[in-house]
């Protein structure tokens, strides 16, 4: 276990180590490099994910996980491509990434309550953000880990619309018979029926 310092964690309510709070620091230095200066649609996940391969800002070669889902169902291809230039055409088509929790869950608790509750006590927190500093024209609710906050999201004033898929996030992967990135493509195109 690391031991915390009695500080809270300004971008996930946790409690905080030097090492979160060092983690934080660079994913926070990592993502606002490709922040666009006006955010069209802003991809809203559930956390920062554990693995920083997983993490759509971190510098490196590989995209695994979240990260190569999102740029997948976007049609944003990897192949042959440093980070930096994925990065950039993720930057200029005016997208933006960020998390409910801008940090990983630490410890165990992954159990669905603490999760569904460690989501909701940080709506305000992202209701702000949103509003104040991020001012994206939509917002685009992705992944599976998003769903029992989902509800809670739409009733946020976030001033700008939430966009889901049937009154859920978007999915971002395949699942039996069902063609779930081209959902995600429809309604980020504004062409969607539902
Ligand atoms: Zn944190």
Redesign the pocket.
């Known amino acids: 276990m690391t031991s915390t310092n009695g500080l809270v964690?300004?971008?996930?309510?946790?409690m905080?180590s030097a090492e979160?709070?060092a983690r934080?620091l660079q994913r926070l230095e990592w993502t606002t490099r490709y922040r666009p200066v006006h955010i069209n649609t802003l991809f809203l996940g559930a956390f920062s994910p554990q693995d920083q391969k997983d993490f759509l800002y971190a510098p490196g070669d590989e995209f695994q996980g979240e990260a190569a889902q999102l740029l997948d169902a976007l049609g944003i291809s990897i192949a042959g491509k440093a980070a930096d230039a994925v990065h950039s055409e993720f930057q200029r088509a005016g997208f933006f990434l960020t998390h409910v929790?801008?940090?990983p869950m630490?410890g165990a608790s992954t159990l669905p309550a603490e999760v569904q509750g460690a989501l909701k006590a940080r709506l305000p927190a992202l209701a702000t953000r949103i509003r104040r500093s991020l001012k994206p024209k939509r917002v685009m609710a992705v992944t599976e880990a998003l769903a029992p906050a989902v509800e809670d999201i739409v009733r946020l004033d976030l001033g700008c619309p939430v966009l889901l898929d049937r009154g859920k996030p978007f999915r971002l992967v395949n699942s039996a018979g069902e063609n779930v990135p081209e959902r995600f493509r429809e309604a980020l195109a504004g062409t969607s029926k539902n």
Do not use: F, P, T
């Open positions: 964690c300004d971008g996930c309510g946790q905080a979160h709070i934080r929790l801008e940090c630490e």
